[in-house]
């Protein structure tokens, strides 16, 4: 099993940047497949971005691709989601997600981190 930490969200204006990390802990890291989802208030949760397990694949909601970047580092068992050019939309609090297996979401959840993007 194992759990799953956000951290590095915050507050910017539009046209701004903000890196998240998602810190995976209790078992080796590797062998998940992850990604990032978000949700808003009043809205639906969303899917943003997924990544394989070597870091080869990657794939992108169609409202970030583009300006969204997810990346892992299996040695230090963190997942990022480099986000540039933020709209006030993008403002949510954002999920780190993995699974062992190929599944949309998968079964481990991070506690999430706030990013609100406002002027």
């Known amino acids: 099993q194992v759990q799953l930490a956000e951290s590095g969200g915050g507050l910017v204006q539009p046209g701004g940047s903000l890196r998240l990390s998602c810190a995976a802990s209790?078992?080796?890291?590797?062998?998940?497949?992850a990604g990032w989802f978000r949700q808003a208030p009043g809205k639906d949760r969303e899917f943003v971005a997924f990544i394989s397990t070597s870091g080869s694949g990657t794939h992108y909601a169609d409202s970030v691709k583009g300006r969204f970047t997810i990346s892992r580092d299996n040695d230090k068992n963190t997942v990022y989601l480099q986000m540039d050019n933020l709209k006030p939309e993008d403002t949510a609090v954002y999920h780190c997600?993995?699974?062992?297996?190929?599944?949309?979401?998968?079964?481990?959840w991070g506690q999430g981190t706030q990013v609100t993007v406002s002027s």
């Open positions: 209790g078992m080796p890291f590797s062998p998940y497949f």
């Open positions: 997600n993995a699974g062992l297996v190929l599944t949309t979401p998968g079964p481990y």
